[in-house]
C-alpha cells in the first residue's frame, strides 16, 4: 500500500505530561486542574494506584475513578490506559505513576528478581559483592519491558495524558571552607527534588515538570527551563513564572494541540471611579495579613501528626500574632484546615494548596 503524505498541521496531538512532587506538594490536585482546562467538558478519567486516595478530590472534581492494584508492571498500566481510551477518555490521569518503578510487581522488583536469577541465589541471601556485580546488567530486562511495554505503545494513544509521579529530595556531600579551623570540611547539601521513575521517563514526555511542598502547585521553573523535566518555548508562557497550575494551563495546552489561537483578547474593564483610578490600584488588591509569619506558621502545624501536637504547636506560635486581627482570622483558617487534615477530611496536597491560597490571598 502506498504511503500518503500530506502537509504538516497541527491537529488535535495527543499530550504526554507529567507532574512530579513530594506529598504536599499540590501534584494531584495541580493534575485535576489541568485537566479540568484539558477536558473542556468532557470526561476525565482518573487511575489511581494509592488506595482510592484520588477520591479526596470527588466533591471538588468531577471524574471516573479506577482503583488500579498491583502488581504494576508496565504491561498492567498500558492496559488500564488503553482500557480508558477504549471507554472514550480524551483526558487521563495516572496517579501514581512511580508505582510503576518502586511499587510491588514494578521496575525496582523486577531489577532484584533478575540479579537473584543472575546469581542464582534467592535475593535475600546474596552477598553485597554479588549485588553490586548484577546490578547494571539486572536492569536490561525491566528497562526493555518499561521501554517495549509502556512506553511504545503510550504514543500510540490519541488522548491528554496526565502522569503524577512521586518525588524525592536527594543530597549531595561537598567541600566547604571553615572560617573557624581554617580547613576545609565537608558539608551536605540538597541536589534538588527528583522523580521516581525510569531515568529517562521525565523527558519522554511532551511536557514535564516538578512542584515541591514549600510552593505547592507552582512548577519549578528557573530561567526558562524545567528543574528535572522539559517544558518547551511555545509551552512557557502558559506556565506564567511562580504561578500555581491553573485550568487556564491546561485549556491552552488543549488549543495548542488542536492548533488553534493559544492568545485570550482581554476583556474591557468597566469605568471605574475616579476615587479608584491611578498608579498602583488593583482590583484585587495583596491580602493585609503577614504572609511570611502565616507561612512559618502553616510549615509548623503541617509537621505534627496528631491533634495535641497541633494544639501545642498552634499554642507555642500563637503570641507571635500580636493584634493584627488580619493575620489572626487567616491564621484560625489554616488551624481549620490542618485539623481538617488530622481528621482524614484532606490529605495533605489538598491542605497545602488550599493553604497556600489563602496566605497569597486567592
Not at 546488567?137 to 519491558?145: L, Y
Not at 511536557?207 to 528557573?222: A, H, M, R, W
Amino acid at each position: 500500500m502506498a504511503s500518503t503524505f500530506t502537509d504538516a498541521v497541527r491537529d488535535d496531538t495527543s499530550l504526554l505530561i507529567a507532574i512530579a512532587g513530594a506529598s504536599g506538594s499540590g501534584k494531584t490536585y495541580s493534575a485535576l486542574k489541568m485537566a479540568t482546562g484539558l477536558a473542556n467538558g468532557d470526561p476525565i478519567y482518573a487511575i489511581d494506584t494509592e488506595a482510592k486516595r484520588m477520591l479526596h478530590y470527588a466533591d471538588q472534581f468531577k471524574f471516573k475513578h479506577m482503583d488500579m492494584k498491583p502488581p504494576f508492571t508496565p504491561e498492567a498500566y498500558i492496559e488500564a490506559i488503553q482500557a480508558a481510551e477504549k471507554a472514550g477518555a480524551k483526558v487521563i490521569i495516572i496517579d501514581s505513576t512511580s508505582d510503576e518503578y518502586e511499587g510491588v510487581g514494578g521496575l525496582q522488583e523486577m531489577h532484584d528478581d533478575e540479579v537473584a536469577r543472575l546469581a542464582r541465589k534467592p535475593y535475600d541471601r546474596l552477598e553485597g559483592w554479588e549485588i553490586d556485580k548484577f546490578n547494571a546488567p539486572a536492569w536490561k530486562v525491566p528497562k526493555t519491558r518499561h521501554k517495549t511495554k509502556l512506553m511504545s505503545p503510550l504514543r500510540q494513544v490519541r488522548a491528554y495524558i496526565i502522569f503524577c509521579l512521586r518525588a524525592e529530595e536527594k543530597i549531595k556531600f561537598v567541600k566547604v571552607f571553615d572560617e573557624k579551623s581554617g580547613r576545609e570540611k565537608t558539608a551536605i547539601e540538597s541536589a534538588g527534588w527528583v522523580p521516581i521513575c525510569e531515568k529517562r521517563f521525565m523527558y519522554e514526555m511532551t511536557i514535564s515538570f516538578t512542584v515541591t511542598p514549600d510552593n505547592p502547585g507552582v512548577p519549578l521553573i528557573e530561567d526558562g527551563q524545567a528543574i528535572h523535566g522539559k517544558i518547551q518555548s511555545q509551552h512557557l508562557p502558559f506556565f506564567p513564572a511562580g504561578k500555581r497550575v491553573t485550568e487556564d494551563c491546561g485549556s491552552l495546552l488543549r488549543a495548542w494541540a488542536r492548533g488553534e489561537s493559544t492568545t485570550k483578547s482581554q476583556p474591557v474593564s468597566p469605568p471605574q471611579r475616579q476615587e479608584e483610578q491611578g498608579a498602583g490600584f488593583s482590583q484585587a488588591p495583596a491580602p493585609s495579613h503577614n504572609r511570611e509569619l502565616l507561612t512559618e506558621y502553616h510549615k509548623l502545624l503541617a509537621g505534627e501528626i496528631d491533634t495535641n501536637g497541633l494544639k501545642a504547636s498552634h499554642a507555642t506560635f500563637k503570641p507571635r500574632f500580636g493584634d493584627d486581627q488580619a493575620t489572626i482570622a487567616a491564621a484560625g483558617q489554616i488551624l481549620k484546615a490542618h485539623n481538617a487534615r488530622l481528621r482524614g477530611d484532606a490529605d495533605a496536597d489538598q491542605t497545602a494548596v488550599y493553604v497556600q491560597g489563602l496566605i497569597d490571598g486567592d
